[in-house]
């Protein structure tokens, strides 16, 4: 399997191409002398101004401050003070988007938190996903695009074994017309299979 780090102009994108294109890609989370190696099999596009299910909707505040920039950073929020959510900037700074993580697959090493999920295996779900890999807070505005960073991610140089498909977003309330969440044919881990699916090929 050859493998290749997502550069910082990779994130440096809108959101919907990057949250298109990190589906199949491996996120490296490095914790002291433990590393563990998951693909990327759900996501979801969040703008800016221009979209009212945006964190940063209604402009710059000190819980988003994250998303505006640099892209390849993460922006990590408690969601209804339960639960961890991960995100990826995109876009230049001043730009404020980001790509949520919604689901992967386990590929190696072990979990640092035992999943909650069906599975010990299947990351389905934000919170899933981050309770699993011991995401937090304290991972706000940490920087991806380096090869020494604790979390990192990798483009994989082979096919997919299914299509990337879109569909409406999750548990929003405005902006559910767009078909901002990505995920990846036939994979056990994504959270929920919308009944009309699209394509992305």
Request: proline share 5%; glycine share 8%.
């Amino acid at each position: 399997m050859t493998r290749e780090l997502l550069s910082r102009s990779f994130f440096n994108r809108p959101p919907d191409d990057v949250a298109r294109d990190l589906i199949g890609t491996m996120m490296l989370v490095c914790s002291r002398d433990e590393a563990v190696t998951v693909r990327i099999v759900e996501s979801e596009a969040y703008g800016g101004d221009d979209d009212p299910a945006s964190h940063a909707f209604r402009g710059r505040t000190p819980r988003n401050s994250t998303m505006f920039g640099p892209a390849g950073c993460l922006y990590v929020y408690r969601s209804y003070g339960v639960h961890w959510c991960m995100n990826v900037v995109t876009q230049g700074s001043d730009v404020a988007s980001a790509v949520l993580l919604r689901a992967a697959e386990l590929v190696s090493g072990e979990l640092l938190i035992p999943s909650t999920a069906n599975s010990s295996r299947l990351l389905r779900g934000p919170g899933n996903l981050t309770n699993a890999l011991n995401v937090t807070g304290d991972d706000n505005g940490r920087d991806c695009c380096g090869s020494d960073a604790r979390i990192t991610f990798d483009l994989v140089h082979e096919p997919l074994v299914g299509a990337v498909l879109s569909s409406p977003r999750v548990g929003i309330s405005r902006g559910r017309e767009r078909l901002s969440r990505y995920y990846l044919e036939g994979s056990p881990a994504v959270s929920k299979v919308p009944r009309v699916r699209n394509s992305m090929e």
